[in-house]
């Protein structure tokens, strides 16, 4: 829609993470530098901690596409509240090796024996850990003792941890002082200044090909999105998405604070309207919405190993069949509550009409 009409290449506020799209702000040089300095080093723990959408799944994907894969053996996990044996079965399956059926005891010898292959090849092995504050205390000493793992001192595993802000209380605890001891490097994304909003947002647009012109965009408008969007990356994705949307509705080549100020308001109503259909029993939809984003997330992770590991193609396409069964019912679930939602807000809106169309009928009458 509004990328043709902007000639534009791309969507430039996508919300899902794009390293094309990553933006050097202060902090998330600072915490990308962290995670170099810990790949030289290749021991111990990174922790990266921020809050929700500043941006730390982009930032790891920007990692990621630095990374040798002759050098380095990478796989992201992302978490929820997995116990110490899920967190081993799920760590296993990240990097494609075969882990149904298979006691705790044998997975740890697989998993070694993975290791120290790689090792002798002269690759090291690298795990991302998003959502860490979603572990127990017990998953997350998990963790640590896989980091044991060693060839004459020289450690086999090397993770990164990724986490909201909560994380940083979690490992403050006394139980986690094994675990501190084990992080060489941390940092914190912070939300952006108002400087480096103006900044990512005129990034994004350059990268899909806006000549700094077409459209125009009011020097007030940026002060307007900072305060709108606190600075948060995800929610300035979301607000400038639907700034563009609204000029291509509109026909709009200029975007001034006024403009700003209607979709504000849009999306401030849209929130209070979600808040209220939550509130009154519709939790549910959320919880399935998001078993049905980890199933897909999973049927992704069992793909990427099917292509990077063709040797286990039979375990994996077993995988990804039982979680495609699994995403099914999740599927019917989520549409039967979508449905549910629809008729009630067309019946609020019906009853809201009502007075004006009585309205319409007296005057007809008179």
Same mark, same amino acid.
């Not at 990266?48 to 040798?68: A, M």
């Given at each position: 829609m509004y990328t043709e009409y902007y000639g534009f290449s791309?969507?430039? /506020?996508?919300?899902?993470?794009?390293?094309?799209? /990553? /933006?050097?702000?202060?902090?998330?040089?600072?915490?990308?530098?962290?995670?170099?300095?810990?790949?030289?080093?290749?021991?111990?723990?990174?922790?990266?901690?921020?809050?929700?959408?500043?941006?730390?799944? =982009?930032?790891?994907?920007?990692?990621?596409?630095?990374?040798? $894969? $002759?050098?380095?053996?990478?796989?992201?996990?992302? =978490?929820?509240q997995l116990e110490a044996d899920e967190l081993l079965r799920s760590v296993v399956a990240s990097f494609g090796l075969p882990y149904e059926g298979i006691g705790k005891a044998t997975l740890l010898k697989h998993f070694e024996d993975f290791l120290r292959s790689h090792a002798r090849q002269g690759r090291r092995v690298l795990l991302v850990v998003d959502e860490a504050q979603n572990l127990p205390s017990k998953s997350l000493e998990e963790l640590r003792m896989l980091s044991n793992f060693q060839i004459a001192e020289t450690p086999l595993l090397q993770s990164f941890l990724l986490g909201q802000e909560e994380f940083r209380h979690t490992l403050q605890d006394p139980s986690m002082e094994q675990l501190r001891q084990r992080v060489i490097a941390s940092g914190h994304l912070s939300p952006l200044n108002e400087s480096e909003t103006r900044s990512y947002i005129e990034h994004r647009l350059h990268v899909v090909g806006w000549d700094g012109w077409q459209p125009t965009f009011f020097e007030e408008i940026f002060p307007a999105i900072y305060q709108i969007t606190q600075g948060i990356p995800r929610l300035i994705n979301v607000f400038c998405d639907r700034l563009l949307l609204y000029g291509f509705l509109e026909g709009l080549r200029e975007f001034t604070p006024a403009a700003a100020e209607v979709v504000g308001r849009e999306l401030n109503q849209g929130r209070e309207e979600g808040t209220h259909a939550v509130s009154s029993g519709n939790r549910s939809l959320l919880r399935v919405s998001h078993a049905m984003e980890q199933r897909i997330i999973e049927l992704e992770e069992a793909m990427e190993s099917l292509l990077q590991h063709p040797e286990w193609q039979e375990a994996q396409l077993e995988r990804m069949e039982r979680r495609i069964l699994q995403l099914e019912p999740a599927v019917k679930v989520l549409r039967r509550q979508l449905a549910d939602v629809v008729r009630r807000m067309d019946e609020k809106n019906v009853d809201e009409d009502s007075p004006d169309e009585a309205d319409t009928r007296e005057q007809s009458l008179t």
């Open positions: 791309a969507k430039p /506020f996508q919300l899902s993470p794009d390293p094309r799209f /990553f /933006f050097g702000s202060r902090a998330h040089t600072r915490a990308l530098s962290y995670l170099r300095y810990g790949l030289s080093q290749g021991e111990g723990f990174i922790v990266i901690t921020g809050g929700i959408g500043t941006g730390k799944t =982009t930032l790891v994907k920007s990692l990621f596409q630095e990374l040798d $894969s $002759s050098q380095v053996i990478a796989a992201q996990l992302v =978490t929820t």
